[in-house]
């Protein structure tokens, strides 16, 4: 089994490149999606987020308001640690768990763990090699704000509890630039995974 550490920043084109590795054939394992469900109502994460900030981070349907999380954490570096504390471990633990069972089923699997905060967190060590989307921060906060319709200072303030794709790059074994179109970065995607061979 190959391990790639997909990684990028908010509104870099990660999850585009993600589809177009999966497409290719491989195992796609997304963080994000594991932290969605590691807070889903009545799970162990969820309880504890609940009984820090109160009931009024819930919606009517007892999930939590993401906007209104994203409100708290990204205007406060010490809650947004003490949410990570919380939802990482239990992300890391079904990580390993899904990885396990992809390895059983298919040795020879080309695995993609989709992990934005993969170089902040120190996890290259769990990967074979860093995988890094890259967009000039101008074009970052661009997209990030007709994505979210944000404005430019909260935009900014989301991309600061990141650190910066350009400080990134220096982690990376390989560097896809998503700054022009789908074509191109296709392009290199299609690069990247024949001469994957190159890398294990």
């Known amino acids: 089994m190959f391990i790639i550490g997909l990684t990028g920043g908010i509104a870099s084109g990660k999850s585009t490149v993600a589809a177009m590795l999966v497409e290719k054939g491989a195992y796609l394992i997304d963080a994000d999606q594991l932290a969605r ?12 987020i609940v009984d820090w900030l109160g009931k009024s981070v819930l919606l009517p349907d007892r999930n939590i308001d993401r906007a209104r999380l994203a409100d708290i954490v990204f205007n406060n ?6 949410l990570n504390t919380i ?3 239990r992300v890391g633990s079904r990580l390993l768990e899904l990885s396990e069972k992809i390895k059983k089923d298919d ?4 695995v993609v763990y989709d992990i934005p905060l993969l ?19 101008d074009t970052q906060i661009l997209r990030l704000r007709q994505r979210d319709k944000l404005s430019r200072l909260e935009a900014e303030k989301r991309l600061g509890t990141q650190k910066p794709l350009e400080d990134k790059k220096k982690d990376a074994d390989v560097i896809i630039d998503n700054s022009e179109n789908l074509a191109e970065t ?3 995607v299609d690069r990247f995974w024949s001469g994957l061979k190159n890398y294990q």
């Open 87 to 89: 939802v990482h471990p």
């Open 77 to 82: 570096q010490q809650e947004l640690k003490k």
């Open 186 to 188: 296709a392009r290199q």
């Open 119 to 137: 170089i902040e967190a120190g996890m290259q060590k769990l990967v074979d090699l860093v995988l890094l989307v890259y967009v000039p921060r």
């Open 37 to 48: 469900e590691a807070v889903e109502p009545g799970q162990p994460a969820w309880q504890e």
């Open 107 to 110: 040795p020879d699997a080309v």
